[in-house]
């Protein structure tokens, strides 16, 4: 069965210091890969996604991602985190063209002002 | 525009008693999820909709839970009865292209 392993559970930065989130899934086939965000109080919401092409993508607030197939990884990143980032951070796959989102455990980003 | 629609926002209910949740898709999305969110973790699958039909119901545990699609729009969730394990955040989408749009959530709380 398909997986999604988020690495850290927390992450605790100060503002400006750079942000990497590991995140690896277990498939074999064709892949698509996404990024979500739940900012305190709020709805999960897209941050980016990876269909093929460029494995390098970016997304909204700065945030990109990198699909290295071979580690079977998309990990997110952003070079300077600002207070208003902290949010929990999902990483999701679909795969063999359905549109099942399966989800990781999710990783608590906090940012001290 | 509006978004993914759910109510009520929250409910506590005594073990044993039904509850219903309700979600209204953004307009002309055809695929509905639910989602069951528990502390600590990630969104599971529990039923996913392509119009009205249910196409992936395998983790819907069928004994309690039901749900249903009347005319592809709006979509309901039953627990009935509710187990104190049922406390999560239950979570409606919906999706149009590559992209689910998920509304705010359900918290269920069983005492």
């Known amino acids: 069965a398909q997986s999604v392993s988020q690495h850290n559970h927390h992450v605790i930065l100060s503002e400006a210091a750079s942000l990497e989130l590991g995140c690896n899934y277990s498939?074999?086939?064709?892949?698509?890969l996404f990024w979500y965000v739940q900012y305190p109080g709020q709805h999960l919401q897209l941050l980016l996604k990876?269909?093929?092409?460029?494995?390098l993508v970016k997304g909204i607030k700065g945030f990109e991602a990198e699909f290295i197939k071979s580690k079977f990884s998309f990990n997110l990143r952003k070079p300077s985190v600002q207070w208003s980032d902290t949010a929990e951070y999902f990483c999701?796959?679909?795969?063999?063209?359905?549109?099942?989102?399966?989800f990781g455990t999710g990783t608590r980003l906090k940012v001290l002002a | 525009e509006a978004g993914v629609v759910q109510s009520p926002r929250y409910k506590i209910i005594e073990k044993k008693q039904p509850v219903a949740f309700w979600c209204n898709p953004i307009s002309g999305h055809n695929t509905l999820y639910w989602y069951r969110q528990n502390l600590g973790q990630g969104p599971e699958l529990l039923i996913r909709y392509e119009n009205e039909e249910a196409v992936d119901d395998s983790q819907l545990p069928k004994d309690r839970f039901s749900a249903e699609r009347l005319k592809g729009v709006d979509s309901t969730l039953k627990i009935q009865p509710a187990e104190l394990g049922d406390s999560a955040v239950y979570l409606c989408?919906?999706?149009?292209?590559?992209?689910?749009?998920f509304g705010q959530g359900t918290r269920l709380t069983v005492v």
């Open positions: 999701a796959v679909t795969a063999g063209g359905t549109y099942k989102y399966i």
């Open positions: 498939y074999g086939g064709t892949v698509n």
């Open positions: 989408a919906s999706r149009a292209s590559y992209e689910a749009f």
């Open positions: 990876y269909f093929s092409g460029d494995p």
